[in-house]
């Protein structure tokens, strides 16, 4: 079965244009998130028929009236998801001012209009909504239907919302795999893999790319890339990233090469480390640590049987004695199951060891620790259903499968356990899509009495892997790969924002 997502139908309907006529205007809304300050938001995205000289009547809600400075309409060549000023200049358009209240008239060769906005900047955080429709187009004098694909436009606000990594950035195709962490100096350090010429795993070309933030996420530097792929078959990815408890080392972990298919225990998928001791500026150079893990040179008999492993990309945890730790898959070509354990170091990283499988034909997994100092393991169901969690009460040696936690849907995709501060009694919340399939990306929050609530929408429509973390103790740091082309956004949500959050 063939999917054709929103975004496919319509560049299939802006291609078919210049071949059939068509009696209507296209008007697609935006779902995406914005924050005060932002200058050319989105409220509508008009395809036309033809050009020439356009009439166009909108409503805009009246709270979005008091949001916003002025308005525009940026007339293009070019349909593109996000907001044009998202893709820095690479979209090229015409800036046209509205005098009018609620319509627009102008004359124009182009075919594709955007409805935009610049909203103000308030000093004093509200979840307001954008919210607009259009009511007519005209072209030339004649009114043309109007064929709305989606919900019109219903965007909502965050204390901050920053794309970090967009597609043609650096000159890449592609971005995927957040990974996250607030370091000991207070630096969030934001990583992704830069997929240079699609949306393809290793053994894709694959480099590391970074944009760090000493501002809480207001402000970020320019992307680095960190370690450069080598070519197919000699690239790298994935990255989990987690601090050593006194802040002495930054360490991330990460697969390269041939890929997973194309390994045997003679011939396993590398697994490396890289470090950084100077806050995330400069990193060492990458060593594999794959030898202690898996392979058919693994100390340990039982492990020798495993062809590959990845250690799911976000960030990992440090037990308050020291302890760092990771959540690796690892492959058995002969059952074809990945099974999980943890790799933990005591040692600041120099020297790794591996837990007994925590959960058997498993996936991308995640490790916590919680208030007890228990360990809880939430697990990617391959199968779909619900999440899988496992506890551990001896540091991560031994595991037992829990159902404390079960009811919490899982479309199998990779998400994010993690802690409220000790202020807010250091709730157990998760990001995960809700579906169906990869899409509408939720905060869920677990309580002893209730179990899963039904959880906050933060993304909608198209989301695939989020990361998050506390990043204050009131704000949470959050990073969603949106839409289809997988634009990676960072957003920071107050905790006493959520309750506020409209669905619609």
Known sequence: MIRKTLYSLILLLLGSL???????????????????????????????????????????????????????????????????????????????????????????????????????????????????????????????????????????????????????????????????????????????????????????????ILRRSEDNGKSWSDPEIILRGQGKGAGYGDICVVETRHGERVIITFVGGQGLWSSTADKPMPQYVMESTDDGRTWSEPRTMQPQLYGTHCPDPDRQKYAASFIAAGHGATACYGRIMYVAAMWDPERRAFDNRLVYSDDLGETWQVSEPAYDRGDESKVITMPDRSLLMSIRNPRRGDRIFSVSNDGGITWEQTDRYAGLHDVACNGAPFLTSPSDGMRLMHTLPSGPG???????????????????????????????????????????????????????????????????
């Open 18 to 208: 210049a071949y059939a006529q068509t009696d209507s205007v296209t008007v697609i809304g935006s779902r995406h998130g914005y924050m005060g300050g932002q200058t050319r938001r989105t409220l509508a995205t008009i395809v036309l028929p033809k050009s020439g000289r356009i009439d166009i009547s909108y409503r805009l809600d009246p709270r979005t009236t008091r949001l916003i400075e002025r308005c525009e309409v940026l007339a293009s060549d070019s349909l593109v998801v996000r907001d044009l000023d998202d893709y820095k200049g690479r979209v090229a358009y015409d800036a046209i001012p509205l005098s009018g209240k609620e319509r627009a008239r102008l004359t124009t060769d182009k075919r594709v209009l955007y409805l935009t906005a610049d909203v103000a900047e308030d000093p004093i955080y509200s979840p307001d909504k954008l919210r607009g429709e259009i009511l007519s187009v005209s072209i030339n004098g004649r009114s043309y239907p109007i064929k709305q694909v989606g919900d019109p436009t219903s965007r909502q606000r965050w204390r901050t919302y920053t794309p970090l990594f967009v597609p043609g950035d650096t000159g890449s195709r592609n971005f995927r795999i957040p990974a996250l962490i607030k370091t000991s100096k207070g630096t969030l350090l934001a990583f992704a893999d830069r997929r240079k010429y699609n949306q393809v795993d290793i053994p894709e070309d694959i480099d590391l």
């Open 438 to 504: 990869r899409q509408n990306g939720r905060l869920y929050s677990w309580s002893e009495e209730k179990g899963w609530d039904e959880g906050v929408l933060l993304t909608p429509g198209w989301c695939a892997y989020t990361e998050a973390l506390m990043i204050d103790d009131h704000t949470i740091g959050y990073i969603a790969e949106e839409d289809e082309e997988m634009s990676l956004v960072f957003y920071s949500i107050g905790l006493q924002d959520l309750p506020l959050i409209e669905e619609k």
